[in-house]
């Protein structure tokens, strides 16, 4: 036998073996051997998710100074502040698989990794604080609870944890968003502009519809998906119309309507053109956003240096672990440790 | 109560600084850092805030010369060092300043008692970045060097006598100092020689006597409240 066939024979014990993992519902794990194509689109997969957390902050900071009570301000802020984690956690979980995050941030600044298409929708009121929370995080969760369940081991444990912070944001937006509908005139339309605005992006972060969705039928092979675009969209949908009925908004849609025969709700065309506008880039935020992340960092890149200088020093030699060192992204913090200790 | 305007405004104006971080911070990790101590500032300013009648009431419709709040924590973030420089100048004053009221019978001494330990966790974290910035690099240290400088006028302020506040001043002072002294020693920083308070600035914020960018501070932050009169939120 020569070593080539040997080579080939081992190969496809691995895959053999890993099919059966897979099929068997059973976790894929760090050291685990998988097949390239999986551990390149889950590192995609993550890091885009990950990205998403982070520039996710920007349009709700966007409001942190401005929010019209102390108690508002607070939520606002933890929330924000609970993204921050959310991308750590990611961030940490796509390490996992051999990529590190400053390459991660590194394609994501220059544009060779999206994020999610919604974050390049402006937030021209406060109500949009509370929409996001409706809506945008409505949709992440309804997207993210079948990732509890994907085949591989890190990400589904940080989608337990992120599920259950989000489902919390989820509650409160819907909370503010009654509180405006019930309030003042002025308040209940800010409410619904702000529905109006965000509805149908919100559909759009499902993705493509099934027929034209590249990845789809791979990640469902793999367990990585566990559901289609457009069945998690149309379960969204379903969920989303009784909700607006008892908060006394309306959707921005005239086609939305029960089906007694799908049991489900029949709803309009999405306006796929603005979707592939949004993610080639020609969204009406996605400069800034991209603009603003980049600044957050090569401005902070005399902080980084300092820490990583000052952590080579008191460690004696360039490279050395040092118990506070890391806030430069190296990782030596385990980064899950440190963001429970803060929460 | 002046005593617990003067705190409760201190938390507020430093908490609404530390949240026009978000989203700009220099590493993930400082995001979440910087967001906590704001949470944990604005906690303590709705206690404080709430001793003296309603929190909203009192953030969003005082004008500027209402306000009781330090110079200090109302200068603008400025970069990541001045940032530092203004938490370890102020959460080692809040850290002081509460271990007193804690140990005595004041009617802040609950709240010293629970707030001591999150600004213990505030005065590490600038503590710990005084260091790395003082003793990082080249730049850093200038930075930081400049960013100490610029604030430390400011600093006499804190021990100014504040109605309805019972502590020892000259201990608090003395302490502060000694604190303060060791950490930029520590960081290779030079501690400023010229006066810690001006004419102008002595104990002028405490009577509602504040600086130009905290007008422009406060119109962001009533705006949207301001624009709804009578409306809940």
């Known amino acids: 036998m020569t070593a080539g066939t040997a080579e080939t024979a081992?190969?496809?014990?691995?895959?053999?073996?890993?099919?059966?993992?897979?099929?068997?519902?059973?976790?894929?794990?760090?050291?685990?051997?998988?097949?390239?194509?999986?551990?390149?689109?889950?590192?995609?997969?993550?890091?885009?998710?990950?990205?998403?957390?982070?520039?996710?902050?920007?349009?709700?900071?966007?409001?942190?100074?401005?929010?019209?009570?102390?108690?508002?301000?607070?939520?606002?802020?933890?929330?924000?502040?609970?993204?921050?984690?959310?991308?750590?956690?990611?961030?940490?979980?796509?390490?996992?698989?051999?990529?590190?995050?400053?390459?991660?941030?590194?394609?994501?600044?220059?544009?060779?990794?999206?994020?999610?298409?919604?974050?390049?929708?402006?937030?021209?009121?406060?109500?949009?604080?509370?929409?996001?929370?409706?809506?945008?995080?409505?949709?992440?969760?309804?997207?993210?609870?079948?990732?509890?369940?994907?085949?591989?081991?890190?990400?589904?444990?940080?989608?337990?944890?992120?599920?259950?912070?989000?489902?919390?944001?989820?509650?409160?937006?819907?909370?503010?968003?009654?509180?405006?509908?019930?309030?003042?005139?002025?308040?209940?339309?800010?409410?619904?502009?702000?529905?109006?605005?965000?509805?149908?992006?919100?559909?759009?972060?499902?993705?493509?519809?099934?027929?034209?969705?590249?990845?789809?039928?791979?990640?469902?092979?793999?367990?990585?998906?566990?559901?289609?675009?457009?069945?998690?969209?149309?379960?969204?949908?379903?969920?989303?119309?009784?909700?607006?009925?008892?908060?006394?908004?309306?959707?921005?849609?005239?086609?939305?309507?029960?089906?007694?025969?799908?049991g489900h709700h029949d709803f309009g065309a999405i306006d796929w053109d603005e979707f592939r506008q949004v993610l080639k880039g020609n969204g009406p935020c996605n400069e800034q956003r991209i603009r603003q992340r980049r600044r957050a960092h090569e401005e902070g890149s005399w902080v980084r240096e300092a820490a990583a200088a000052y952590a080579a020093k008191a460690s004696g030699g360039p490279g050395a672990p040092h118990e506070t060192a890391a806030p430069d992204g190296s990782g030596t913090v385990p980064d899950g440790a440190r963001v429970e200790a803060t929460a | 109560m002046t005593a617990a305007l003067a705190l409760g405004d201190d938390a507020l104006v430093l908490s609404h600084r530390l949240g026009e971080w978000a989203g700009h911070a220099p590493v993930l990790e400082e995001e979440v850092a910087l967001a906590n101590i704001a949470l944990d500032l604005l906690g303590q300013a709705r206690t404080l805030l709430s001793l003296v009648g309603d929190e909203d009431e009192l953030a969003y419709r005082r004008e500027e010369r209402a306000f009781r709040n330090l110079q200090l924590v109302e200068q603008p973030n400025g970069d990541f060092a001045h940032t530092i420089a203004r938490q370890l100048y102020f959460s080692t004053y809040q850290l002081l300043l509460y271990g007193q009221l804690a140990s005595g019978d004041s009617a802040f001494a609950a709240l010293a008692a629970k707030a001591v330990k999150e600004v213990a966790y505030h005065q590490d974290h600038a503590e710990q970045w005084t260091l790395r910035l003082g003793d990082g690099t080249t730049e850093s240290h200038e930075r930081m060097q400049r960013a100490c400088d610029a604030l430390w006028r400011f600093t006499g302020e804190m021990f100014h006598p504040v109605e309805g506040l019972d502590v020892d001043r000259e201990a608090l002072r003395s302490a502060w100092l000694e604190s303060v002294t060791g950490v930029l020693h520590r960081a290779t920083l030079t501690v400023p020689d010229t006066p810690d308070t001006g004419a102008w600035s002595a104990g002028a914020g405490r009577q509602g006597l504040h600086t130009e960018a905290f007008g422009r501070m406060l119109a962001e932050m009533q705006h949207l409240h301001r624009s709804h009169p009578g409306a809940s939120w």
């Open chain 1, 10 to 262: 081992a190969a496809s014990t691995h895959q053999a073996r890993f099919d059966a993992s897979v099929a068997a519902d059973e976790r894929i794990e760090p050291r685990d051997w998988m097949p390239d194509d999986y551990r390149a689109s889950l590192i995609r997969q993550m890091a885009q998710h990950a990205h998403s957390e982070i520039i996710g902050m920007q349009p709700e900071a966007n409001w942190i100074t401005r929010a019209p009570s102390l108690r508002r301000k607070a939520i606002l802020m933890a929330k924000v502040q609970d993204e921050a984690g959310h991308g750590l956690y990611l961030y940490s979980a796509t390490e996992t698989l051999g990529a590190s995050r400053d390459e991660l941030l590194d394609k994501l600044h220059s544009g060779r990794q999206k994020y999610s298409s919604i974050f390049n929708y402006p937030t021209l009121s406060w109500a949009d604080v509370g929409a996001i929370g409706w809506l945008v995080d409505g949709a992440a969760i309804t997207n993210q609870v079948p990732l509890c369940r994907c085949s591989y081991g890190p990400y589904a444990r940080a989608m337990v944890r992120i599920c259950k912070e989000e489902s919390f944001h989820q509650r409160q937006g819907y909370e503010l968003l009654l509180a405006l509908s019930r309030g003042t005139p002025a308040q209940h339309e800010m409410a619904q502009d702000a529905v109006d605005r965000w509805w149908w992006p919100s559909l759009m972060m499902f993705g493509p519809p099934d027929d034209a969705s590249a990845h789809s039928a791979q990640s469902m092979a793999w367990k990585i998906k566990r559901h289609s675009n457009d069945e998690l969209r149309q379960r969204f949908v379903d969920i989303c119309v009784p909700q607006a009925e008892a908060l006394g908004l309306t959707l921005p849609d005239p086609d939305l309507r029960w089906n007694e025969e799908r």
